[in-house]
């Protein structure tokens, strides 16, 4: 059964870059089984909604969401089975809860990370 | 940028219930939306994708329809698990959007 799990610093400063890392297990991130996936990062700040951050391809091919590429970097390290994300210059608006997902066909996201709550603050 | 609106962005129920929870695309997506339900504290679960295909283990209280710019999503009798946030998702292009969510609530 495919799980993906989410690590890195739970706060960060204002001005620095935030760091998160996908661990998967159950499945390889890189196998041409893979193909049909890409993975991701979406976010959701405390009490409010969804929002896509962007996706890398097993090819390495990445998208991101506009309002946010000046500052996204999303890479995959497949000798480790994981992928990353870092988000520069943060601000306190950055602050929320990060999950990392797979996503299948019609763009739809059926495995999700239990999450983890990144707060930007001094 | 596609806007998806949900409507209404809350409301309350009683066991037993139908509901019904609509979703609007500021375009056309063709049948390019999926439903996710959330719970307090826990991550998103998929229920239907592509409009009305249900997810592998979603009960069949769930349905989803609609076209276009225009889909809703269906709770056949409301049990006590179904209480919870609903978000719909347009998958037709990137940026991918959500709706702004549902908040069902315990009448």
């Known amino acids: 059964q495919l799980q993906l799990q989410e690590s890195g610093p739970g706060l960060v400063k204002p001005s620095e870059t935030l760091s998160l890392t996908c661990t998967v297990s159950?499945?390889?991130?890189?196998?041409?089984?893979?193909?049909?996936?890409?993975w991701g990062w979406i976010r959701q700040p405390p009490g409010k909604g969804l929002e896509w951050i962007g996706s890398i391809y097993y090819g390495g091919s990445t998208y991101y969401n506009p309002s946010l590429k000046s500052r996204v970097t999303i890479s995959a390290d497949t000798s480790k089975n994981h992928f990353s994300l870092r988000l520069s210059s943060v601000t306190a608006a950055d602050t929320a809860v990060y999950y990392c997902v797979r996503r299948g066909s019609f763009m739809r996201y059926n495995n999700w990370g239990q999450g983890t709550l990144v707060t930007v603050s001094s | 940028d596609i806007q998806m609106t949900q409507s209404p962005s809350s409301l309350s129920a009683s066991i037993g219930d139908r509901v019904t929870i609509t979703c609007r695309a500021s375009?056309?997506?063709?049948?390019?939306l999926n439903w996710y339900q959330q719970k307090p504290g826990k991550a998103p679960n998929l229920l239907i994708y592509a409009t009305s295909t249900l997810q592998s283990g979603v009960p069949s209280r769930f349905s989803g329809s609609g076209s276009g710019t225009d889909f809703t999503l269906t709770i056949n009798s409301l049990q006590a698990e179904d209480f919870a946030t609903y978000y719909c998702q347009q998958g037709h292009s990137t940026p991918i959007t959500f709706g702004q969510g549902t908040r069902l609530d315990i009448k």
């Open positions: 159950g499945g390889s991130i890189s196998s041409i089984s893979s193909s049909a996936y890409y």
């Open positions: 375009q056309s997506i063709s049948n390019y």
